[in-house]
């Protein structure tokens, strides 16, 4: 149960990430429209190798320190943080309706999507600011399981992201629009409400292993 557990929060935490309008979306209509559906999954596949990359030296260069109550704590702590200030930031964008599907412009690309999904993900801060605290608290979670634990996380990380963007793809190649403004918008202020409970939890937890409990 506790896998699944991982494995469903990190699909929902990695799916609201994913539906927020930014660089790694623009590219997707923008190589959608140039290359056709497959770009989406194809610049995903560059994402998920970037990220593979991070999980292991994330595994290799803290495996000493994994163990240690108070790193364990501080990262749960950041981590939950880090999630209500996302959560948050979802709500109002809905509320105020500054979120939206829409791009007015397109980033044209030479590179392909595979090393697209690479380089728009590397060169990306938010990305970095989420691996730093939710993806490392992640890592530490799911590590109590083994390698089995780090590939359902992984899985289901990944995962969200490839729904996502397939589906812009989709819709970008097919011209049609399968929810509207509202329902996205909707969909963004349900996930942030999801966000801001799992924080609660990860700043509980945090604080827990940082007192030793």
């Not at 730093?132 to 530490?140: C, K, R």
């Not at 970008?172 to 403004?181: A, D, I, N, P, S």
Request: charged residues 10%.
């Amino acid at each position: 149960m506790e896998l699944l557990g991982i494995f469903i929060t990190s699909l929902m935490v990695a799916f609201s990430g994913a539906m927020i309008p930014g660089p790694l979306l623009t590219v997707t209509i923008s190589e959608s429209h140039q290359r056709g559906f497959w770009a989406g999954p194809l610049i995903i596949l560059g994402h998920a190798i970037l990220e593979l990359a991070l999980v292991v030296a994330l595994v290799l260069g803290f495996k000493g320190i994994f163990t240690n109550h108070t790193f364990v704590g501080i990262i749960g702590f950041l981590g939950g943080l880090f999630l209500l200030w996302m959560g948050s930031d979802m709500l109002r964008g809905a509320i105020k309706k500054t979120m939206s599907f829409e791009i007015s412009s397109f980033s044209k690309t030479k590179i392909g999507p595979v090393a697209a999904g690479i380089f728009v993900s590397l060169s990306n801060p938010y990305w970095t600011i989420w691996w730093a605290t939710i993806g490392v608290a992640y890592v530490l979670a799911a590590l109590k399981f083994g390698v089995l634990g780090l590939i359902f996380f992984f899985t289901a990380h990944i995962l969200a992201d490839l729904i996502w963007y397939s589906a812009v793809s989709l819709m970008v190649v097919t011209g049609k629009r399968f929810f509207g403004e509202k329902v996205y918008r909707g969909t963004i202020f349900a996930c942030g409400i999801f966000l801001i409970l799992l924080a609660a939890y990860f700043v509980f937890s945090g604080l827990r292993f940082f007192l030793g409990a």
